[in-house]
């Protein structure tokens, strides 16, 4: 009853004024942390421990119509691999085949004498074969060097069980030979993967007679999002292993058309929640280790998206009592976010404090038409959620404010004569500005299908750098009918990380530049991110446009 | 009753000839070698485990007056190295104050902001300044790099422990900040050293007035000795962590007069027979790790040192049974040793196979005098021990082996006209060679001491290069009356090492050569080693000469 006080009192506080807004805040959040926290502790999955082997030997060759410049070839038998001398050839590299993720062991032996003395191996832990063929220093990366998964590590005797502490995503092992005695040789003789993720098998499958590139991406996308859920949805198993609310977006969306593990969307909103600044504004991301703990950044982008996630889930699950306990949070978000409108509900870009806005990882993109676009979408999709829980009179005001926030974008952000969103002082075209406007819906379908289609039709447009903003691309021109578009663009991006030979799909992908990296160094990129799973959702939504 | 008739057997053979000794051995070991084992286990100490906590911050100076070119100067309270920046200060070396054998934990945390990425540090554990002034690669020693105790380790957040598996030995540890996120800063926040050893304090003490060099020698050597008392006597605690017959000769007679652990003794002796080759030949050495199991090697005079040891145990513990058991291997030793034996009684330096004699780590240095001495002296040992054991009948003829031998030795080895020992085809005159015919009664006590006289007076003569022959030049000269000269040498020798800083003794000491290495690189020599831990036998033993 107090908690249905003071969601009153937000909303009333929305539309009325903001006086003393934070102060009623922090009294909601004080009562409900440790509760959320703990209903997120109980949501907790158990994960699914296989022990996975090696399946060949190979080695990295420089190739320079290969991805990158790198390919493996097979170079043995995985049981001509064990018992091989490293004195005779002092690295080897074995391949799972397939991309895991947690604990690896590696058991080392003695061929012939027995040991006299401490032997010292280097481990390079590789999604891709770039991270095999080059060397990690000197490192120039943006990100902790930490990152890359090399461990150097002293056997005391042997045989002696290596078992490296931190958990690990990759492929492929290269092993290395650093120091040994002249008295005898080592080996390999046993390597076990301990693989962990909360699901196993899809639930949905494809017709039979899908295009066989959809049916890979497919494959590639399940095996992306099973490696990133974890004990919650997970970035990128490999960097940074945290949850960020754009990409447990996404794989909640990818999940509820695949594994259906509700309960790990459930534990994320339940964490984002417990773990909210005191003024209930989100963290964009968490970590879960040592214990559950907020990141510091705030991105606006993501804090709304929090309510999109609230409303899918309950769209997916039917989990009302999850949604109204949760619903204070994506009030909240609100609060946050209309302190950035101006009079005109135009999103204001020198209004205190700037919080990073993602969207996606281009240089130079100008984000202005987007989070216009996003909060316009965020705002309904709120709106949605509250009716699904009989609460819209807590937030009457908010279809107003959508129209006037539409209003301010058809007057400051349309291009009409182009037919094109525009955005920034540069009046940028960019593929995202007229994706987001076309979720937006402040045009209409036929509008915004003619924006996007101006865009993509312009080579000087700026077009998305990751698959992130490709996500949203797609989504957009399925909702404005363009869904050959939609399947053609799938195709020749997510396709071509196919064709390049992607296990898993990748954090960054640029068609145009296979070393692109937001952190200055390809290595340091994420090959297996979740932000990059979703055409399995496009696919098992969309069986017309996909399935054919 | 059998075990009886076959040491009849082996008696009469040794005298009347050697066919089919072989095998018959090989009857006895397969009999008792498990039961051998079983009574090594069962004589286990358990280990005292002690936490150890860094005393203070220190840095590495290099200082062209200090041993080895490297001294260490205080730099800071412990207090504050606690939370200190590792941004501001790469590396930092804590220091315990005294060296220490065990496993080590080390608690990274945040200051300020909240981890947001993998850290990595390196660790590198040191017994010498040296090993923290100077860089460890490139390595160009001739023992494995990996006996080198540096470790990269890699946090996955913080606060995090790492603990280092294998187990180190060291006073100094210096912390190397390699890799970090730009986001948050980091520092340590505990160190834990969980410190072992089977042995605490010493039974004995010295007199009120003793020297105070002497009484720092002998608190050095207790140290040293701690140390080395694991669950087996080792060498070395950071290298080779394993039991050799030589360094246990020289632990026994020191823990006689200290420690006094019998029961440590005892597993060694039993260890070693129990894993005898099958011909019951001893191992030079044995590794417990990751199994107690034998290395290849056979020293012929550690074979030999093995009943002088055997003999020591019983007169110290009185443990007759265990004398017993184990006395068909002393007998097996003097069976190996009189195959090199040549008709008139002197060691065949062209007998095949040519096993390693250890002796000492000096380059150039003859053993043939040395072999001879030792020889006899451990004939006669064995021969006392059989008294003992009411079983001289079974070793009757030993008495006139060794006159025989004594009568060729100064037949062949000794040159009259100088009054010394000289050995090998260019007549060296050794330290060692004095010492050991002085041990053996070769000559007359007088003699003896005439002929160590003369080698210690000759600036050409070859003097000992390691503690492990310096031990046996002092037990000479005692042995000949001359202990002020005995004093002497060892306020030079060990009291040298005291005055450039040891806080244990070394494996290897020149003092004219602080960076002298049987193995090409001072670093990877041992600085806490077994064999140099006799003055606290020779000062608790002998106080009429050292506690005055």
């Known amino acids: 009853m107090k908690n249905r006080l003071l969601i009153a009192i937000f909303s009333m506080l929305i539309f009325w004024g903001n006086n003393n807004i934070s102060a009623q805040v922090t009294d909601v959040y004080k009562q409900q942390r440790q509760q959320w926290l703990k209903k997120a502790a109980e949501a907790k999955p158990p994960l699914i421990k296989q022990i996975k082997k090696p399946i060949s030997l190979v080695k990295a060759v420089k190739d320079s119509s290969a991805y990158q410049g790198w390919k493996t070839v097979k170079a043995g038998d995985i049981n001509q691999f064990y018992r091989s001398s490293f004195k005779q050839n002092n690295v080897m590299i074995v391949d799972f085949g397939e991309h895991f993720t947690g604990t690896f062991s590696c058991t080392f032996d003695t061929l012939g004498n027995i040991s006299d003395a401490p032997v010292r191996f280097k481990l390079t832990f590789a999604e891709m074969p ?44 290269k092993i290395e030979l650093l120091a040994a005695s002249s008295y005898f040789d080592v080996c390999v003789s046993d390597i076990n993967m301990e693989a962990t993720s909360c699901v196993q098998e899809s639930k949905l499958s494809l017709a039979p007679d899908t295009d066989p590139l959809i049916k890979e991406i497919n494959r590639v996308g399940l095996s992306t999002l099973k490696e990133c859920m974890q004990t919650v949805y997970e ?33 994320c909103l339940y964490l984002l929640a417990g773990l909210a600044k005191p003024s209930g504004i989100l963290s964009s991301n968490i970590s879960e280790v040592p214990t559950p703990r907020a990141q510091n950044s705030v991105t606006l982008d993501y804090c709304l998206l929090y309510n999109v996630v609230l409303h899918e889930y309950l769209k997916t699950s039917g989990d009302k009592e999850t949604a109204e306990d949760l619903w204070p949070v994506a009030v ?5 976010a209309q302190e950035y409108l101006n009079n005109e509900g135009l999103y204001d870009t020198a209004k205190q404090p700037q919080y990073w806005l993602v969207f996606d990882w ?56 182009q037919g094109v969103f525009v955005s920034g002082q540069d009046k940028q075209i960019s593929y995202l500005s007229q994706a987001w406007m076309a979720l937006s819906e402040t045009l209409s379908p036929k509008e915004c299908a003619k924006a996007l289609q101006t865009a993509i039709q312009n080579p000087e447009a700026c077009y998305p750098g990751s698959p992130y903003g490709y996500h949203y691309v797609i989504e957009a021109l399925i909702k404005c009918g363009l869904g050959e578009t ?46 990059s799973c979703t055409p399995v959702y496009f696919i098992n939504k969309y069986p017309d446009i996909f399935q054919k």
């Open 332 to 336: 909240n978000q609100l609060l946050l």
């Open 486 to 531: 939609a399947r053609d663009m799938m195709i020749y991006y997510w396709g071509g990380m196919v064709k390049k030979g992607a296990d898993t799909f990748w954090e960054v992908y640029d068609p145009n530049d296979d070393c692109r990296s937001p952190y200055n160094s390809h290595l340091i990129n994420s090959y297996c991110h979740a932000w």
């Open 362 to 417: 281009k240089d130079n993109f100008d984000r202005h038409a987007s989070i216009q676009g996003l909060m316009t979408f965020a705002f309904n999709e709120t709106y949605q959620l509250a009716k699904l829980l009989g609460k819209e009179s807590e937030v009457k005001e908010l279809p107003r404010l959508i129209n006037k926030m539409k209003k301010a974008s058809r007057k400051y952000l349309y291009d009409k004569k």
């Open 235 to 267: 970035d990128g198993p490999k960097r940074d292993m945290r949850l960020w609310i754009g990409d447990l977006y996404l794989e909640a969306l990818a999940n509820a058309y695949s594994y259906q593990n509700n309960a790990l969307t459930k534990r």
């Open 130 to 173: 770039a991270e095999l063929g080059e060397p990690f220093d000197p490192y120039h990366g943006g990100l902790s060097r930490a990152w890359l998964q090399d461990e150097i590590v002293t056997l005391p005797y042997a045989p002696y069980t290596v078992t490296i502490p931190r958990r690990l995503a990759f492929r492929y092992v």
